[in-house]
């Protein structure tokens, strides 16, 4: 696996007012991939996206009603499906605690899970709709 993230996401509890305060309060601008459920902010070289919690949650794959996880995630988008599956059988043979296996998802990707020793969540995805240069940086 490559040495870089793509995108860190934010779980948030309302995504209006989210998109609010790093629009108006930051002054960031929006990227234009973002959509009606998810807002993409470019940053230097990566993605800042903030999602609904709820979704969130769904997506992760974790039980709605638990509490103390962490509601972010880091995204590692690798070029292909195959690329995701092989990285998931790597995963499994260095015994990392898989989430979620891939799977195609609803927003037209394929992704899984997996968890640090910490409990922080990794998204292992394949993104159609992002391209990826050399180096593996999103370009818009």
Do not use: C, H
């Amino acid at each position: 696996m490559e040495q870089r993230l793509s995108i860190l996401t934010l779980g948030v509890s309302d995504l209006k007012t989210a998109e609010k305060f790093y629009i108006e309060v930051f002054g960031w601008e929006k990227s234009p991939m973002s959509q009606p459920t998810i807002i993409f902010l470019k940053m230097n070289g990566l993605l800042l996206s903030l999602y609904p919690l709820q979704k969130f949650k769904e997506e992760v794959n974790l039980d709605v009603k638990k509490e103390g996880f962490p509601t972010f995630t880091m995204a590692y988008n690798a070029r292909s499906e195959a690329e995701v599956n092989i990285l998931f059988e790597q995963f499994k043979e260095r015994g990392a605690k898989i989430l979620k296996m891939p799977e195609k998802v609803f927003w037209g990707g394929y992704s899984g899970y997996i968890s640090d020793p910490d409990g922080y969540f990794w998204e292992i995805a394949f993104n159609p709709f992002l391209k990826l240069d050399e180096a593996g940086n999103i370009i818009e």
